[in-house]
Nanobody
């Protein structure tokens, strides 16, 4: 089965930036759609962004559109999330996901362990 490992989380001031990475192994990375989801304490898991296997199509939650950019490097089997203009409400555990047909509802086939992002005001 596919293994996903996130990294790059941490503490940042509001208005700052972070770049998350997700390294994949176990299968051919390029055959999967990929996505980022997040979950804050006391809240449901929330869709952040997805990208197709070819990087030709991306989708973003309205709350992050214009601030976050999802990308992938199939040669390196790595997914990225560039987060700019961070807000305190972006604070959450961010999860990398992979699937043959990943959905905004979170019905992915594989999940990483998560990385904490904390944005202070």
């Amino acid at each position: 089965q596919v293994q996903l490992v996130e990294s790059g989380g941490g503490l940042v001031q509001a208005g700052g930036s972070l770049r998350l990475s997700c390294a994949a192994s176990g299968r051919m990375f390029s055959i999967y759609a990929m996505g980022w989801f997040r979950q804050a304490p006391g809240k449901e898991r929330e869709f952040v962004a997805t990208i197709t296997r070819t990087s030709g199509t991306t989708s973003y939650a309205d709350s992050v559109k214009g601030r976050f950019t999802i990308s992938r490097d199939n040669a390196k089997s790595t997914l990225y999330l560039q987060m700019n203009s961070l807000k305190p409400e972006d604070t959450a555990v961010y999860y990398c996901a992979a699937g043959w047909a990943i959905t905004r509802g979170g019905n992915a086939d594989y999940w990483g362990q998560g990385t904490q992002v904390t944005v202070s005001s």
